[in-house]
Antibody
Framework: EVHLVESGGGLVQPGGSLRLSCAAS????????MHWVRQTPGKGLVWVSR???????YYADSVEGRFTISRDNAKNTLYLQMNSLRGDDTGLYYC????????????????WGQGTLVTVSS | DVVMTQSPLSLPVTLGQPASISCRSS???????????LNWFQQRPGQSPRRLIN???NRDSGVPDRFSGSGSGTDFTLKISRVETEDVAVYYC?????????FGGGTRVEIK
């Protein structure tokens, strides 16, 4: 059974840093694209970042240069290093998986974790 | 970025009656690989999003057949044939054709 379990959220002051983790199990982690998605009451669901099986990374404009996504395939774990945090980074952060299959294309977000809450406030 | 516009914002429905949610995109969602990457998600209170429909009309495993997706190009619809109590949730559409991935603002389905 597929499981994605996020951790690392908390309360942090503006300008501070946090590192989120997402522990994966029940599937071949190294074969999947992995994403972070943020949810806030005001802006709904917002895609944040993606890391490909080969390590390629992509970011939303709002976090480019401040956040770094990475993965450790030996530990089946996804990370999000969040620096220079701002109030609008506040939200529930989910990890979700994605895979590309020949003949059928991409298969976005069939499984999500339960989320970890990040609050940026002084 | 592709803007996904859902309507209505809120949808009160009588138990056993149908419900329909619209999702419109600011650009065609037909990908160069021939697929249309339009998904629907259900988020019940206190839970994570759960995918119901992928690539416009493919129902995910375990999703009741009262849920169906349709549409093409820029205009898409999620239908619930007979609403049940467990369908109370917020429903989101999402496009993955054009980067970055974007979501609709959500439609809240409630029992009238």
């Amino acid at each position: 059974e597929v499981h994605l379990v996020e951790s690392g959220g908390g309360l942090v002051q503006p300008g501070g840093s946090l590192r989120l983790s997402c522990a994966a199990s029940g599937f071949t982690f190294s074969s999947y694209w992995m994403h972070w998605v943020r949810q806030t009451p005001g802006k709904g669901l917002v895609w944040v970042s993606r890391v490909d099986p080969d390590g390629g990374t992509y970011y939303a404009d709002s976090v480019e240069g401040r956040f770094t996504i990475s993965r450790d395939n030996a530990k089946n774990t996804l990370y999000l290093q969040m620096n220079s945090l701002r109030g609008d980074d506040t939200g529930l952060y989910y990890c979700a998986r994605d895979v590309w299959r020949p003949g059928s294309g991409s298969d976005y977000f069939d499984y999500w974790g339960q989320g970890t809450l990040v609050t940026v406030s002084s | 970025d592709v803007v996904m516009t859902q309507s209505p914002l809120s949808l009160p429905v009588t138990l056993g009656q149908p419900a329909s949610i619209s999702c419109r995109s600011s650009q065609s969602l037909v990908h160069s690989d021939g697929n249309t990457y339009l998904n629907w998600f259900q988020q019940r209170p206190g839970q994570s999003p759960r995918r119901l429909i992928n690539k416009v009309s493919n129902r995910d495993s375990g999703v009741p057949d009262r849920f169906s997706g349709s549409g093409s190009g820029t205009d898409f619809t999620l239908k619930i044939s007979r609403v049940e109590t467990e369908d109370v949730a917020v429903y989101y559409c999402m496009q993955g054709t054009h980067g970055p991935i974007t979501f609709g603002g959500g439609t809240r389905v409630e029992i009238k």
